[in-house]
């Protein structure tokens, strides 16, 4: 007599393809990476991570460094902690902000290495182009009309 399950497994739709299941599962596996790296992406963030690489900073050092608003400066510290890359322990009515972890140092100073090996082909990307201070995307004319 059949069962249950083996009417689930009667239908005539294919077995998905190992293939697919281990670059779905590849993919899928490269998710946190990509978000790590979005929070990278950002140059306010990174001027961030490498004033802490300096040692601990309050929240008002930050900002004078930076020339930027106390809001903003919370918001990309807050994206760095939820990351896991920053810290912060209370002194006083302050928080002093460090990493959080040592290896964070390595992947900057890698990715310095790979910005020198690379020269200016990261920013001549048409791709980015738009995400670099001061620069438009080279399809602005396009957009604007289109």
Do not use: Y
């Amino acid at each position: 007599m059949p069962t249950p399950s083996d009417d689930r497994n009667s239908d005539d739709s294919p077995a998905p393809a190992l293939d697919d299941l281990e670059s779905t599962a590849e993919l899928h596996a490269l998710g946190p990476a990509a978000c790590l790296f979005k929070s990278l992406g950002d140059e306010t963030r990174l001027t961030i991570l490498q004033h802490l690489s300096l040692g601990e900073h309050r929240v008002v050092d930050l900002t004078d460094h930076l020339g930027l608003a106390q809001s903003t400066v919370s918001a990309h510290l807050a994206c760095l902690r939820d990351c896991g890359l920053v810290v912060s322990r209370p002194k006083g009515r302050a928080s002093m902000w460090s990493l959080a972890v040592p290896e964070l140092l390595a992947l900057l100073r890698s990715a310095e290495l790979l910005l020198e090996a690379t020269g200016d082909s990261v920013t001549l990307c048409p791709t980015h182009e738009s995400t670099i201070a001061g620069a438009t995307s080279p399809h602005a004319d396009r957009e604007e009309r289109g």
